[in-house]
Structure formats: C-alpha cells, structure tokens
C-alpha cells in the first residue's frame, strides 16, 4: 500500500508560480512511477506530468509542457510539482499517482491516488 498527500495548492494570479508536493509513504516509494494529474469544474480528470522511477525520464502535457516541472526526491519520498506561468486555465483540484507502469500513470491509471490539492489562477 502507498498512501499519498499533496500540498502546495492555493490562489495564484495569472503569471505567477507554484511548487506542489506529494509525499508518499512507505519505503517502496522508487518502485513507482509517479504523475501529476488535475480535474476542472466540470470536466474529467486529465493527465498533466509523469516521472520514472529513477527520475531521469518525464513526460507532459502538452498544455503544460516548457511551463511545468516534475521532480522526485526519493530521500524524502515526495514528487514536485513546479508551476510557472500559470494561467486561469489551470485552475483544477491537482492530484498525484502512482503506479508500476509508465503506460499506467500516463494512461489515468494509477494504482493509489492522494486526496488532492486546489489550485485556483486569477486573470
């Protein structure tokens, strides 16, 4: 079992930053893929950033990609979330993940998902 817990969220203006985190427990933590993921009012939960095990592979969104960063510190067993640039559109509840397959995390997948963390940009 991996219980997850993000952080971070909170009211950004149009520009602005936010770093988010999501820490698992567990020592089985390098086992897992990880990704962020996020949920619009109204809409379906969509896939924003994906991390390997060792963390020298990501992938993105392209409606994030060049403004979002995924990280992971497997020391602390928590993945990150950079936001830059953040515009209203990416306003969402943001969700972590994990799983022990790539396609898994980047396919909505995932085998453990934390509570999540609101995120609200103002133009």
């Known amino acids: 079992q991996v219980q997850l817990v993000e952080s971070g969220g909170g009211l950004v203006q149009a520009g602005g930053s936010l770093r988010l985190s999501c820490a698992a427990s567990?020592?089985?933590?390098?086992?897992?893929?990880m990704g962020w993921f996020r949920q619009a009012p109204g809409k379906g939960r969509d896939f924003v950033a994906a991390?390997?095990?060792?963390?020298?592979?990501?992938t993105y969104a392209d409606s994030v990609k060049g403004r979002f960063t995924i990280s992971r510190d497997s020391a602390k067993n928590t993945i990150y979330l950079l936001m830059n640039s953040l515009k209203p559109e990416d306003t969402a509840v943001y969700y972590c993940?994990?799983?022990?397959?790539?396609?898994?995390?980047?396919?909505?997948?995932?085998?453990?998902w934390g509570q999540g963390t609101q995120v609200t940009v103002s133009s």
């Open positions: 993940g994990a799983a022990q397959a790539w396609a898994a995390v980047v396919g909505l997948r995932a085998d453990y």
């Open positions: 567990g020592r089985t933590f390098s086992s897992y893929v």
């Open positions: 991390i390997s095990r060792t963390g020298i592979s990501t």
